[in-house]
C-alpha cells in the first residue's frame, strides 16, 4: 500500500486548471520531491493533499484512508508545513510547540518534554520569552517544522521548507528530515532548491503548467527513463540538466532592458 | 547632519499621487470577489449612516449655535465646543471597531520624506467617523452662527477652523501614542498602574470632603468657579471666547485667545510629531527581549490543566487567553466600560445617580458591543495560523467552542471590573438588578456568539491584536454585528420598559430567560454545524488571513 496515491487530481480555478490529472504514488519511507516552475501547481497540490484545498475532480489516498471520507484520521497521521508557516504569531516558540502537540492529541507531560527536545534540537531555547511574531525568517521554519513532527507523523509534508533558510538552518533542518526518513516517515517535499532536492530525495516528480510530466527515482530521472518523460539523453544527466530538459529553460535571458543600457 | 537629512520636512506631491493611486486600485481590485462587493456595499450603508448622523447633527447644533449667538451670550457655546471635543478624542479610543490605523511599515521601505509620512499618516482615515462626524457638526455651528450674526463670519471661520485643526491633530497624537504605550508589557503595565491610582484617586475625593466637613461649601462654591476658569484657558473654551470677544468688538482678547488655540495646535502637532518622527527612523517596539538565557528541559510550561476541559480544547482556550493577555488594545477594552459608565453617569455626584441601578445593564451591554473585534471575527488575530487549524484533527466544533469560552472569559472579568467598580463608586447593585443583567446575558451572548461564528468563517480579515487601531473587522461584518447588538439591546430595553410600567423588574427577567433558550439552542445547532461551513469556505479562509 502506497504513503500518497492520487489519481486524475484536478484542480480548476474558474478557467484556468492550476492542477490536471495528476496521478502520484509515493511508496512509504519514500523521500519524495515534487518539482516544478513557480505557477505550476506544487503548492496547490500540496494544499489539497494536507486538506486546505478541496480538489475539483479526482481522489486522493493517504496511507491507505481517502481524504474525502475520512479527512480527520488522515490529520492525525501526517505533519504539515503549509506555505505561510501556520504559526501563531503572539505565542512564544515553546507556547506554540506545546500548543501543537495538545492539538495532535498529546497529553500535557509528554507535549512539554518533546517541546523541550525540539526546542534544544532546533536550537531555539536561547530565546524562551521571544515571541514567534518576532522570529527570524529560519528560526520560524525551524518552528514550524518542529510543530510539524511532534506528535510523530507517518506521512511529512513541506511546502518549500529551504525558502529564505540560510545554511546553518538549513543543516539542522536537513538532519531532522534524514532522522524522520531514518524512522521510516515518508516525506513528500516541494522545492526550487533542486541541489537539496537531489541531495536528499530519493524520487521526485515534475509538475508543469498543472500536469506531471515526469516521475521516478533520481536514478531512473537522470538516465531520462521515467515515466511521462520523453527525453533521450547519453549517460547521467545531473537533476539540474533534467528539469530544464523537461520544462524548457529561460527564454529571455539574452533580451535586453532598455534602461540598463 | 545625516539625521537632520533623514527628517527632511519636505513633501512630495508625487508619492502622495502614488499613495492615492494605491488605495484606489486595491479598492477596485478588491471588487473582483463577492464578499468584498458586499462589503463595499456595507460601507456605503455605513457611509450613509454617517452622513444622516453628520447632517442631522450639524443641523441640530446648527440650531443650537444661532440660539446662543442670537441671545448673544457667545460664551455658553463652550458647552457645544466641549461636548464636540469630547466625541472626537473619546469616540476613536471607546469604539475602536470602527476605526483603522494605517500599517507605517509598508510605507517605510520606499523613499520617502519625513514631511511626505507626516502627511499620510495624518490624512489616513481623514474620512473616519470620528473626523467625519466632526467636521460635519464643525460646520453646522460655524452656519449656525454665521446665520445669526454675519459681522462673524471671518471670527468664526478662522476660530472654528482653528478648533478642528486642534482636534484632527490630537486625536492623531493621541492615537499614536496609546498605540506605542499599549505596544509592550512593560508601558501597558505602567498604564495600568496610572489608571488604578486614577480610580483610586478618585474615590478619595468623596472621603476627603467627608474629612473636612467644614470646608465642604466653600469647596462647593468654589470647585464649579475653578473648573469654569481652568475651561476658558482650554481649546473649547477658548474658541469661544474669542467669539464672544468678536462680537462685543474686543478684537485684541478675541485675537490672543485665537492664537492660544493656535499654540494648543501647535502643542498637539508637535506630540504627534515625536512619535511619527520615530517611527519614521525605523522604531521597533517588539517585545523581544534582550537577555537572552537558555531554556532548562524542565522549564517547560506544561501548559494549563483546566477543571473539565481537556486536551485540544484547553490548548485553544490557553492560547486565545495568551493572546488577549498580550494585546494592549484588548487590555484597555477591559476597563473602558466602568470609565463610559463613570462619564456617562458622572461619578458620585452625577446627574444620573439617582438612575445608578442601571449602571450594571447598561456597562453590561456596552461590555459586548466592545468584544465586537474578537467575536464576530475570532480567526482574525490568528493570521497563518488559520492553515494551523484546517490541517490539525481538531473539529472546528471544538476551535470555535474554545475561542468562545475565552471570550466569555473576557466578558465575565469585564462585567466582574465593571460591578466592582458600581460597587465601590454608586452602591452594590440590586438582586433584581444583578438577576435582569444575566438573564439578559443568557440570551444576547449566545446570539451574539452564534452570529459572530457564522461572520468569522464567512467573513474574515486579518487583523493585529498588538497594534492599536488595526483590529477592524470586514465592513459588512461591523453592519451586521451592529444590526445585531442593536436587536439584542433592543430587546433587552424593551423587556425593561414593559417590566417598569407594571413596576416589576422580573417580568423583564422572565422574559429574557425565556428568549434565551432559543437563543442557547441556536447557538449549539449552528456550532454543530460550523465544521460542513469551515469545509466549504476553507479556501476563502486560509486566503484572506494569511494576507501579509
Not at chain 1, 507556547?95 to 492529541?105: C, D, I, P, Q, V
Not at chain 2, 468569522?456 to 465592513?475: C, H, L, M, N, W
Request: aromatic share 10%; proline share 3%; hydrophobic share 50%.
Amino acid at each position: 500500500m502506497d504513503a500518497i496515491v492520487t489519481t486524475g487530481l484536478t484542480r480548476r480555478f474558474g478557467d484556468f486548471t492550476a492542477v490536471e490529472e495528476v496521478n502520484l504514488s509515493v511508496a512509504p519511507g519514500q523521500f519524495y520531491g515534487f518539482l516544478g516552475p513557480n505557477g505550476a501547481g506544487k503548492s496547490t497540490t500540496i494544499k489539497m493533499l494536507t486538506g486546505l484545498l478541496a480538489p475539483t475532480a479526482g481522489s486522493m489516498q493517504i496511507l491507505g484512508l481517502d481524504l474525502s471520507t475520512h479527512l480527520v484520521e488522515v490529520k492525525r497521521q501526517i505533519g504539515v508545513v503549509p506555505e505561510g508557516m501556520a504559526l501563531f504569531g503572539r505565542l512564544t516558540g515553546s507556547e506554540f510547540l506545546n500548543f501543537a502537540g495538545r492539538m495532535y492529541g498529546l497529553d500535557r507531560d509528554t507535549a512539554a518534554h518533546r517541546t523541550a527536545e525540539l526546542l534544544d534540537f532546533m536550537e531555539l531555547s536561547a530565546q524562551p520569552k521571544t515571541l514567534v511574531t518576532d522570529y527570524s525568517h529560519g528560526m520560524q521554519k525551524k518552528l514550524a517544522m518542529a510543530a510539524a513532527v511532534i506528535h510523530g507523523p507517518k506521512v511529512l509534508f513541506l511546502d518549500e521548507p529551504f525558502e529564505g533558510v540560510d545554511a546553518v538552518a538549513s543543516g539542522t533542518l536537513k538532519a531532522m528530515l534524514q532522522r524522520m526518513i531514518a524512522r521510516g516517515v515518508t516525506i513528500f517535499l516541494t522545492s526550487h532548491v533542486l541541489e537539496i532536492v537531489e541531495r536528499l530525495c530519493s524520487h521526485v516528480g515534475i509538475i508543469n503548467k498543472g500536469r506531471l510530466v515526469a516521475q521516478g527515482s533520481l536514478d531512473e530521472l537522470r538516465s531520462g527513463v521515467t515515466a511521462g518523460s520523453a527525453i533521450a539523453h547519453e549517460g547521467k544527466m545531473t537533476l539540474e540538466e533534467f528539469f530544464l530538459q523537461t520544462v524548457g529553460g529561460p527564454r529571455n535571458a539574452t533580451q535586453e532592458l532598455s534602461w540598463l543600457g | 547632519m545625516a539625521r537632520l537629512a533623514m527628517i527632511s520636512p519636505s513633501v512630495s506631491t508625487g508619492q502622495l499621487r502614488a499613495v492615492v493611486v494605491l488605495r484606489l486600485r486595491l479598492l477596485v481590485n478588491s471588487l473582483r470577489s463577492v464578499r468584498h462587493r458586499l462589503n463595499l456595499v456595507s460601507r456605503a450603508l455605513g457611509a450613509l449612516l454617517v452622513l444622516g448622523a453628520g447632517v442631522g447633527g450639524g443641523f441640530a447644533l446648527a440650531m443650537v449655535a444661532w440660539e446662543i449667538t442670537k441671545s448673544g451670550k457667545l460664551e455658553w457655546l463652550a458647552i457645544i465646543f466641549w461636548a464636540l471635543f469630547f466625541f472626537w478624542q473619546l469616540f476613536p479610543i471607546m469604539a475602536s471597531a470602527f476605526n483603522e490605523n494605517l500599517d507605517a511599515s509598508g510605507l517605510l521601505r520606499f523613499p520617502l520624506s519625513y514631511g511626505t509620512y507626516f502627511l499620510v499618516r495624518l490624512l489616513y482615515g481623514a474620512l473616519d467617523i470620528a473626523t467625519a462626524l466632526g467636521l460635519s457638526w464643525s460646520l453646522g455651528i460655524l452656519i449656525g452662527i454665521i446665520s445669526a450674526n454675519v459681522r462673524l463670519s471671518l471670527w468664526a471661520a478662522l476660530s472654528i477652523a482653528l478648533f478642528t485643526m486642534f482636534n484632527v491633530l490630537l486625536g492623531r497624537a493621541i492615537f499614536v501614542w496609546i498605540e506605542h504605550w499599549l505596544s509592550t508589557r512593560r508601558s501597558r503595565e505602567i498604564m495600568g498602574v496610572v489608571f488604578f491610582l486614577v480610580v483610586i484617586g478618585f474615590q478619595l475625593v468623596g472621603p476627603l470632603l467627608g474629612r473636612y466637613g467644614d470646608h465642604t461649601s466653600r469647596l462647593q462654591v468654589h470647585v464649579p468657579a475653578i473648573l469654569l476658569w481652568v475651561q476658558q484657558k482650554l481649546p473649547p473654551g477658548l474658541t469661544s471666547a474669542a467669539l464672544a470677544g468678536a462680537s462685543q468688538q474686543r478684537y485684541a482678547g478675541a485675537a490672543l485667545s485665537l492664537m492660544l488655540v493656535g499654540a494648543f495646535s501647535a502643542a498637539a502637532f508637535w506630540l504627534l510629531h515625536l512619535r511619527l518622527r520615530d517611527q519614521y527612523r525605523g522604531e521597533n517596539v517588539s517585545e523581544g527581549e534582550k537577555r537572552r538565557t537558555r531554556i532548562a528541559t524542565s522549564a517547560v510550561n506544561r501548559g494549563w490543566g483546566l477543571p473539565g476541559i481537556r486536551g485540544p480544547l484547553a490548548a485553544i482556550y490557553e492560547k486565545e487567553i495568551r493572546y488577549f493577555s498580550r494585546s494592549g488594545p484588548l487590555l484597555f477594552t477591559l476597563i473602558m466600560p466602568l470609565v463610559v459608565v463613570l462619564v456617562v453617569w458622572g461619578g458620585r455626584r452625577g446627574i444620573l445617580t439617582h438612575q445608578a441601578g442601571f449602571a450594571l445593564p447598561v456597562g453590561a451591554a456596552y461590555c459586548l458591543l466592545l468584544l465586537t473585534n474578537i467575536v464576530y471575527n475570532s480567526f482574525g488575530a490568528d493570521g497563518g495560523g488559520i492553515q494551523f487549524f484546517l490541517t490539525s484533527p481538531v473539529s472546528f466544533r471544538k476551535v470555535a467552542g474554545a475561542k468562545n469560552l475565552a471570550q466569555l472569559t473576557v466578558l465575565t472579568l469585564d462585567i466582574f471590573i465593571l460591578w466592582v467598580g458600581i460597587r465601590v463608586v454608586y452602591q452594590p447593585p440590586g438582586f433584581a438588578v444583578i438577576a435582569l443583567t444575566f438573564a439578559w446575558y443568557l440570551f444576547a451572548v449566545p446570539l451574539n456568539l452564534a452570529v459572530g461564528n457564522l461572520l468569522s468563517v464567512y467573513s474574515p480579515k486579518r487583523i493585529d491584536y498588538a497594534t492599536f487601531g488595526r483590529q477592524r473587522p470586514a465592513e459588512s461584518t461591523i453592519i451586521l454585528s451592529l444590526l445585531v447588538q442593536m436587536g439584542s439591546i433592543g430587546v433587552g430595553a424593551l423587556c425593561i420598559f414593559i417590566s417598569r410600567l407594571y413596576s416589576n423588574l422580573w417580568i423583564a427577567t422572565l422574559t429574557l430567560l425565556g428568549l434565551a433558550v432559543p437563543a442557547l439552542a441556536g447557538y449549539f445547532i449552528l456550532l454543530s454545524r460550523l465544521d460542513r461551513i469551515v469545509m466549504q469556505r476553507r479556501e476563502v479562509l486560509a486566503t484572506e488571513l494569511c494576507k501579509a
